[in-house]
Nanobody
Framework: QVQLVQSGGGSVQAGGSLRLSCAVF????????MAWFRQAPGKEREGVATIDSDGITTYADSVKGRFTISQDNAKNTLYLQMNSLKPDDTAMYYCAEGICPSQMLWWGQGTQVTVSS
């Protein structure tokens, strides 16, 4: 069993920054893609960013240039650096591991990000 534990959410003013973390607490020999998703009330879940086993990244157009996904393999931790935050970024954010983007196998518990203007 693989467990993903998230941290780093909170409230911030527009233009501010947050860094989300996602720690993998159960070791696996398998290599998978990792990703960040978000969901705001009344909206569908949205893919935010992905990073594959080769370090290749993708971003949603809405966050490109503002968010950065990265991974520290030594610490088994995934990060999402969020800069220039906007109120539209307000959502519950989830990290996930699996086959990007449609077959994610393990999910974090989610963390709330609230951006005020």
């Amino acid at each position: 069993q693989v467990q993903l534990v998230q941290s780093g959410g909170g409230s911030v003013q527009a233009g501010g920054s947050l860094r989300l973390s996602c720690a993998v607490f159960v070791y696996t020999y398998s290599s998978y893609c990792m990703a960040w998703f978000r969901q705001a009330p009344g909206k569908e879940r949205e893919g935010v960013a992905t990073i594959d086993s080769d370090g290749i990244t993708t971003y949603a157009d809405s966050v490109k240039g503002r968010f950065t996904i990265s991974q520290d393999n030594a610490k088994n931790t995934l990060y999402l650096q969020m800069n220039s935050l906007k109120p539209d970024d307000t959502a519950m954010y989830y990290c996930a591991e699996g086959i990007c983007p449609s077959q994610m196998l393990w999910w974090g518990q989610g963390t709330q990000v609230t951006v005020s203007s």
